[in-house]
């Protein structure tokens, strides 16, 4: 039977601060700069094609269809183990952030895309009748009121991706579950130790699902001012 | 004074307005009436260019032009010079009431914002609106909603104000609210073209009434004349169905 004696408490006390410090400068520094060049390239792939532009518009949906048709380890393996028979060398760290990225443009352009469709014809005819151009409605009307129907599902696909990080150790990026194996090779404890590293990704991500929920009750248009009385959580609950 | 003549609109092959000619003079408060799928709402987004026409002319006081060749610019201005109130409000759900009201002011005239503030306060209080300048949309109550849609309609001190079924989306006990912002409006001389169903508004406050049915203008006249006295057998037959569903 497993039982957590004093050698394995000593080993997981241990082994926290060398699996939470890889967690932070590595996987979250992934997601973050992932998060950023995704959405970026996303608002791009999302404005061709709502902009009708003529051929990018071919080309977005064709970059959604591979990115979305392929597993998210394949495509890091081409652009790290595959690319470099092309000429193009990339460390593993880099070569799992482009990866991850363009993975994540393709999801978050769909999601983008369809937030600012889901923004009422009418909001776009009130602007044309008081005298807007389609910049002005844009850019004060409907991408505002997008960008709050995008807010959750974006929050979420940054969730998947926070534990899409672990696939970097594939392409010798020395990311926490790398990390995690080492530790449980050198003292034969997998068992306790992937459980370890679990429970680190389960804290950060009810954590960022506790943020997600707080900052969608801020979103609501509400004038707080006059309503002293209600609270950050009741709007979060009538925003669900 | 705004005018179409002989205007046309299709969708497809589906033709919505065939011919229609049409006049409202500075003052004047005309009440557009007719069946559902009559043509009164393309009607009207046309006259605002929301709807593109498929031949016409086009009046707008010196404005005197092929409805197809109005350019993009000229459209702009003549939308300056309109106001329009939806039948579902459409206020900006991501502003409130009063920045619904300026931001036409600040965004497109560049007002500055005290300013901007300033006119749309006293928009907002004639609208019966000033204790709510600072709610959202969904804050408010249908009728709010919509007279703060009216005030927005107003910030431009249009020459002409249209209204689409103005209280058709609304609970029947916030009809009266707006409809009385309206018959104020009226009797402060705005023009307007009044798309409804409400006969007693049409009757009390309209100049004229103007029937339509099938994509054309059937029948029109002095308020009270179409009403008491309907010369068109089809105006009889709605105005007989509407009145019966009143009761
Ligand atoms: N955007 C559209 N596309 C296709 N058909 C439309 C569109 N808008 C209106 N129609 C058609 O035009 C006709 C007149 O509609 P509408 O102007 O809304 O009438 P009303 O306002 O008098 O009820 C209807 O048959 C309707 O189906
Ligand atoms: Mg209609």
Redesign the interface.
Known sequence: MFVINERLWQILISSLPKLLIPFLTISLKITVLTFIFGTLLAMLIAIVQIAEVPILKQLARAYIWIFRSTPLLLQLWIIFFGLPTLGFKFSGFTAAVIAYSMNEAAYNAEIIRSSILAV?E??I?????????YF?IMT??VL??AA?IAFPPMFNSLIALVKDTSLASSVTVIEMMAVARQIAARYYEPFALYCETGLIYLVVCTLLTKLQSYLEGRL????T???PSITSGNKAQEAA | MLGVRNLHKSFGSNEVLKGVDFTINDGEVVAVIGPSGSGKTTFLRCL?F?EKANSGEYIFDDLDKDITKITRKEI?AL??K???V?Q?F?????M?AIKNVT??LT???KIPEDQARVKAETLLDKVGMLDHA??????LSGGQQQRAAIA??L??DPEVVMFDEPTSALDPELIGEVLSVMTKLAEEGTTMIVVTHEMNFAADVADRIVFMENGRVVEEGPSEEVLKNPKEEATKRFLRRILEHDE
């Open positions: 009422p009418g909001q005819e009130a602007g044309y009748m008081v005298g807007m151009n002005q004060r009307v505002p009121q709050r609501v248009w509400k004038s001012d006059n309503h | 605002s929301l702009k939308r300056m309109m106001g329009f939806f579902n459409n206020l900006f759900r991501n409130t931001e036409g965004v497109v005239r600072n709610y959202y949309p969904d804050e927005r309609a910030a431009n």
